[in-house]
């Protein structure tokens, strides 16, 4: 009998108990989706670059006295959140607050014949005006909100929902489409969000629905549509003048597929969503007749029954009741936010944007579940997404590039800077590939890392993180005296962990503190300034992820 | 009753006879490229939003194409603006007709009924699928182009897109560039620093360094005014700026937006005639500019898809299929339209709608690839698919 023991047995048994707790605690903490979230400075930095722009000074201790549970739950809810300093900064932003009306006869568009004068060199276009404000107003939130999820989800539904704002009317309709349309409904129902859009006239106009019209005119000239539209939007009801004589006699009449495909595409389904051309075809006849009343004077939504197709239509299989004419559309809204594909489609978007560009899929699912559930309740689908294990995993950390806008606004806020939102900011936007309310095809701007990276990219991100920190950008001033270390501060190296420090929230990965020491000696000497320092590390591959 | 029309294109299918000098690179031997032989550059101008091939190349020859678009059609004969015939079946939008000079020279040639089998009518889907060359395929990483420059050696300025973001089409070649504007990179000077942070994988600060040593802007650019003002004419121009300073480019890439004309596109003139002359103008300025150096380029203009055979109810046209591509150069065998004519008929007529597709894409590209750039593999290019050259050679003999 050997009772000889080996002396590193019992460590060994120690450690590997130690190891077993810890690993079932972690799965503990992996599957029970209610176990309490991390709290430490990294998940805290981590939390505040996807529910916000990144973190401001003093963003770290507000967040840990309040507590990370506490911090969601408030900005989840961001008509409780004091918002004054933002609204003082947006004072003197007078077409924020006007009417489309308002805006039309502020800023007139041109008529047709002097837009043709107008081809010729550049000058301010019609409308532009309007859009610089806006522009201007989205940086200033983004920077300076404290209603940070709000405005990184009603920049998300604006993309998901995109409108252009270099065609025809949506210059004079987009400051209404993102304030009455997009921004209250944020957080709110899926359902409720996408009807809105549906008859905004910016998605109206923008895709082309507001010109469609069936092929035959409804049989019956009681035109229930119009009466169905008048009891639910008493708003949306307009008389439609009776047709001028003048006015040329057969117009020829036709379906605009454009809204249809784009609805079942990007708005619900997806693009593997399993429906045919038919069905394109289908819900574009439903949808005719919801138009748009005086486009160039005041536009507004209007269901024009004689522009309705009076035919049975078939969706996805289903045959649409005799519910009215207007009342189609709602009829295969309703179908759409409620299918199965949309609450796929949608869940795996929100993933892509607030976890990783290859989400995992049992977080997906459990989204979609979520969706399911509450109706498609965005609350309720960022309540599961804050937590998830799969949100605080070591697999969501970093692994986002950022898009041109929240890097140019994270920058803003790590550094503290005083800006005013203006021009030289929003051309750096272009520059990078992301100009304000001007994103052309309906798919709005892509969310994928990919999208974001290479050659262009690494150039316009280094230059205006040089820019900014050498306070080339008018209007914008960066405020140096918090980043310098106190007097006779260590070395350069002591320096560069401090600034970064200070920039990123958290310490800085010893590779890039040596990288950039070194870089920043070669250039400045031995006490590198502190400007320098700050635009090496802004400027490099650590900053562009979040 | 097939016309005689119907048939031209018959005896030529696919796209590889395009070109009209020896095909040395044809087959499995690539072009020796260091021995003297003159360095051939292969430019994509990519016309996002689906572009209208039946507008753009109107089969005026074909009975059904003015039953089809009442509204929008391009007269055959009028006072002004009429369609240029080209062969008695096939004629150019007015607003093209910048493009006629080199119809005549026979160094622009016209690809008819092309595009993508794969169905779908999504505007980014198809464009990802005629980027990465795999239609059908979502998760292909990388782009055909960027697949056919791997094979090449060197780690110069092999590509360059003049887009804001690479393109799919480039993504995957290591050494692929983008930027919006050669006038994007003035004022780069205090950007030294940023190299020893992303270390030597990011070649773009030296690239940036050596594209400002070309002196690119004390290049002769010919005529200033003879390309349009449009980003499109100004991104023509600095392509041609770059091809001539021989710095070793392969392939380029440009981008032009505004083809997704769902309303009011227009006849001979409106919307569509506009972007039309837009195209048109850049691309001869740019073949202008070239001037000699042409001999060594050619342009080929794809689009994701076409657009319905029938206008819709706007005076527009909804998402098609097949459409038309343009392959302008010096080593094309142009003044010809390619491609198998389809026919405009409802029986015709892909899923009852659009023009049908009778030329694949990567059957165009692949004959550009090998036989103007002298690509070897074009397996590895579009996996799955067999290119149908050879009919090319047997056409060149």
Partial sequence: ?546 | MLTRRRFIADSMTAAGFLLAAPLSGLGSSPAPESSGRRRKVLVVVFQRGGADGLSMVAPHGDPALSRNRPGIGIPKSGDTDWVIDLDGFFGLHPALSPLLPFWRDKRLAIVHAVGSHDPTRSHFEAQDYMENGTPGTKRTPDGWLARALRQEGGNGLRSLALTHNLPLALRGDPTALAFPSLASLAGLGKLRGYETIYGPDERVFEIVERLRALGLSRLPIGDPGASPRSPFGQAMREMSQVIKADAGLRAGFIETAGWDTHVNQGGSRGILANRLKDLAEGLAAFARDLGQKLDDVIVLTMTEFGRTARENGNRGTDHGHGTAFFVLGGDVRGGKVYGRWPGLRPQDLYEGRDLAVTTDFRDVAAALLAGHLGIPNLQTVFPGHAPRHEIATQVLG
């Fill in chain 1, 1 to 546: 009998m050997n009772r000889r023991r080996d002396p590193f047995t019992v460590p060994i048994l120690l450690l590997f108990l130690i190891l077993v707790l810890t690993v079932s605690f972690a799965q503990a903490a992996g599957t029970k989706s209610d176990a309490s979230l991390p709290s430490d400075d990294e998940a805290i930095v981590h939390l505040l670059n996807r529910i916000g722009y990144g973190p401001r000074p003093g963003d770290i201790p507000e967040v840990r006295k309040l507590g990370i549970d506490e911090f969601i739950e408030k900005q989840l809810s961001p008509d409780t959140i004091p918002d004054a300093g933002l609204e003082m900064r947006l004072e003197g932003f007078k077409t924020l607050k006007m009417t489309t009306a308002e805006l039309i006869e502020a800023f007139p568009p041109q008529g047709p014949k002097s837009r043709q004068a107008n081809a010729q060199p550049r000058g301010r276009r019609p409308g532009q005006e309007i859009i610089l404000e806006l522009s201007k107003a989205k940086l200033l939130r983004a920077v300076y909100s404290e209603r940070r999820l709000q405005e990184v989800m009603t920049d998300f539904w604006f993309n998901h929902f995109n409108v252009f704002a270099g065609k025809g009317i949506v210059p004079w309709v987009v400051t209404s489409y993102e304030r009455d349309v997009i921004r209250p409904r944020a957080l709110g129902k899926f359902r409720d969000l996408l009807g809105a859009v549906a008859e905004s006239p910016a998605m109206l106009f923008y895709l082309d629905n507001w010109m469609s019209a069936g092929t035959s005119p409804p049989a019956d000239a009681g035109d229930p549509g119009r009466q169905a539209l008048r009891g639910r939007h008493p708003r949306w009801f307009r008389d439609i003048p009776p047709p001028r004589p003048e006015a040329r006699p057969a117009k020829r009449r036709g379906i605009n597929e454009n809204y249809a495909r784009e609805l079942l595409e990007l708005h619900t389904l997806g693009v593997d969503g399993g429906y045919t051309q038919e069905d394109v075809r289908q819900v574009a006849l439903a949808f005719t007749g919801w138009t748009i009343a005086e486009p160039r004077r005041d536009p507004r939504a209007l269901f024009n029954g004689r522009m309705h197709d009076g035919n049975q239509k078939t969706v996805l299989g289903r045959t649409i009741p005799p519910v009215g004419g207007a009342k189609e559309g709602d009829w295969v809204l309703d179908l759409l936010a409620r299918h199965p594909k949309t609450a796929e489609h949608i869940s795996r978007k929100l993933a892509v944007h607030f976890v990783s560009d290859d989400p995992p899929p049992a977080l997906v699912a459990r989204l979609a579940d979520t969706f399911r559930r509450t109706d498609g309740d965005i609350r309720a689908l960022m309540k599961t997404l804050f937590h998830s294990p799969e949100f605080w995993g070591p697999k969501a950390r970093q692994v986002k590039t950022k898009t041109p806008l929240h890097l140019v606004v994270s920058a803003l806020r790590a550094t503290g800077t005083e800006t005013d939102g203006g021009l030289p900011l929003l051309r750096t936007l272009r520059e990078m590939g992301e100009p304000l309310y001007l994103c052309q095809p309906p798919t709005g701007y892509k969310d994928e890392s990919s999208a974001w990276t290479g050659s262009n990219a690494t150039l316009q991100r280094t230059r205006f993180a040089a820019a900014l920190t050498e306070n080339r950008l008018p209007g914008t001033r960066i405020d140096l005296e918090r980043l310098s270390p106190p007097a006779g501060g260590g070395n350069a190296r002591g320096t560069v962990s401090l600034v970064g420090r200070l920039l990123a929230g958290v310490d800085l990965p010893e590779t890039l503190v040596e990288k950039v020491t070194r870089s920043a000696v070669e250039e400045g000497g031995p006490s590198p300034d502190v400007r320098r320092i700050a635009g090496l590390i802004l400027g490099s591959p650590a900053f562009q992820a979040r």
